[in-house]
């Protein structure tokens, strides 16, 4: 089955900086790949999603990259702000009906 | 904006007991999930449903586990007899389509004492 890795599992930056947190996946028909945020004690949230046959897609202050050749994929996050500090899980499908998660980054943005 | 509706938002049970866990998904959504977060823990699948049946399961859905959608719009997870290592925050989820951005619901924290 399908394994997703993702690091860090915990990332510190101050209010402003940009936040990177990066994922490997290892099923090569998995096709999408949506990025969850999760605040305490709430449920997880789509913030954005990638399918396998764009590079890149940005909303605003959040964008994510897909390598399929080296199965990676991340999520920026530009211009941090404390709203943002939450733990975000990135997690793949492969036009199956599961999507698996890796174990999530917790993100703390320091004002 | 539409909302999956979780019932009840805690619940604590004797091991062995048999729980049911209620969900309303989104109204349009084709596609039922449960989800299951060991506290500090990644989401877990559990099993997915299309059509009125199951479509996938994970090992952690064993014969203990059962779903239903007993009336066209709850959706119920069932477990058996649970065990402590049962306790859990379950999250359901449904989507318009397979592979397309979930909505999960809000969660039941399940405490098997």
């Known amino acids: 089955g399908e394994n997703v890795e993702q690091h860090p599992s915990t990332l510190s930056v101050q209010e402003g900086d940009s936040a990177v947190i990066k994922c490997t996946y290892s099923?090569?028909?998995?096709?999408?790949f949506p990025w969850y945020k999760q605040e305490l004690g709430k449920r997880p949230q789509l913030i954005i999603d990638i399918r396998s046959n764009v590079g890149e897609k940005k909303d605003q202050r959040i964008a994510v990259t897909l390598n399929k050749t080296a199965k990676h994929f991340s999520l920026h996050i530009t211009e941090t702000q404390p709203e943002d500090s939450a733990v975000y899980f990135c997690?793949?499908?492969?036009?199956?009906?599961?999507?698996?998660f890796g174990k999530g980054t917790k993100l703390s943005v320091i004002p | 904006e539409p909302e999956v509706t979780q019932t009840p938002s805690h619940q604590v049970t004797q091991m062995g007991q048999e729980v049911i866990l209620r969900c309303v998904p989104i109204s349009n959504h084709l596609y039922f999930y449960w989800y299951r977060q060991i506290l500090g823990q990644k989401v877990e699948f559990l099993v997915s449903f299309y059509n009125n049946e199951i479509s996938e399961k994970s090992e952690i859905f064993d014969d203990q586990f059962s779903v239903e959608r007993p009336d066209g719009s709850n959706f119920t997870l069932k477990i058996r007899s649970t065990k402590l290592e049962d306790s859990a925050m379950y999250f359901c989820?449904?989507?318009?389509?397979?592979?397309?951005?979930?909505?999960f619901g809000s969660g039941t924290r399940l405490t098997v004492v």
């Open positions: 099923d090569s028909a998995s096709n999408y």
């Open positions: 989820a449904s989507s318009v389509a397979e592979n397309y951005g979930y909505t």
């Open positions: 997690s793949a499908g492969a036009g199956s009906y599961q999507l698996t």
